[in-house]
């Protein structure tokens, strides 16, 4: 359209509108209401053009940042409990849903681990997540009352084939876990699949895992939307892991370089010391770093994150004080004396059964240095109660670790 017809056409529009505003015979009333649900479609779809510039615009933003496409961060729920889980091989019963049933327990016995037959090559365990997802990390729950060394080396494969899960790509090389802890946290961070799978490599290996997490960074809308509300009468067979630590209250025996307790609290479980997200003590005998949770809590299990610049075995050996003293080096310890693979950004600790206001790391020595990057206190209570707030957590009776 040339430029003197769009002079015209808009001189129209302005002579119409004027004899609609003098309620004028011009226009006939049937021709201005044409006009007007006309402006309005237009209308609606700039409306529609503008909001889909926006949404792009977010997108285009998250991505830059993180490299992922979903920008909705994961509160932290395990997207593998109840999915449908495969094994090449089974005996006793024991099943591959034992090891996505919510049951943690490391206790054979206790009917909640998977099993393969006796020593075959490369036995392998994954689950079926419903759809592709951006992974977070994977946790893995050992078998605790005997063989523990059994898992010793194990991968971990993430991707979208449905076989055997040795046809996906691996998340990292061989892990071994500390066989005295009864879980291991491992990051995939940026691996996508819909099929996550534990695969023990090797000729006359057994596979045991009581249970195995899977926790995304990034969940689609829909799933953080239909999580809450489980029947009331089957709540307590549902767990909700909330980092319950951060943002809270923290504390440290002494100070260095500016970097405060609050530091290990703040959400940013970056590893980097120079990335402004780490606390530091001063070199001195026992340090220690506390967070006040604000009420007492059912404690499930503490997710500390190393130093991995520099000297990342600073941290060893390490202690964790759970209890309601605000002298948090006189509450009772979580296990003995930790050592966290200085390869591992991080390592969870299981404290089940434990219960406190106060959480700490304590450094046992006559000259230590701490620097935590960040520490996550998860509470077992469960679905229910985390998210009405309105039944009292049940008292939980195991103290195998602790
Ligand atoms: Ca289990
Ligand atoms: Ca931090």
Redo the contacts with the bound molecule.
Sequence with gaps: MGEKNRVQTALLLVVYVLCLGRGDSALTKQQAEHLKSRLEAVKTRVDAVKIKVTQTSLTLNTMAETGFPQPTQSPGINIAEGKEAFQSSSILGMVASHAVDGNTDGDYYENSCTHTTQGTRDPAWWVDLGQSYTIGRVVIFNRQDCCQERINPFNIHIGASSRNPVTNPKCGGDYEMDVNQPSISILCQGMTGRYVGVRLPGSHRTLALCEVQVFSDVLPSAELNTTPTPAPGKAHHRFVYINIARGKQAYQTSVVWGKVAG????????TDYYAD???HNAGEANPSWWVDLGKSFTINRVVI?NRQDYEPERLNPFNIHIGSSSTVTSNPQCGGDHQIDVNQPSISVSCQGMTGRHVGVRLPGEYRSLTL??VQVFSGTDLYSELHRTRVPRPRTFTKWC
């Design positions: 530091l290990a609290v703040d959400g940013d479980t970056n997200s780490c606390q994150f990057c960040e």
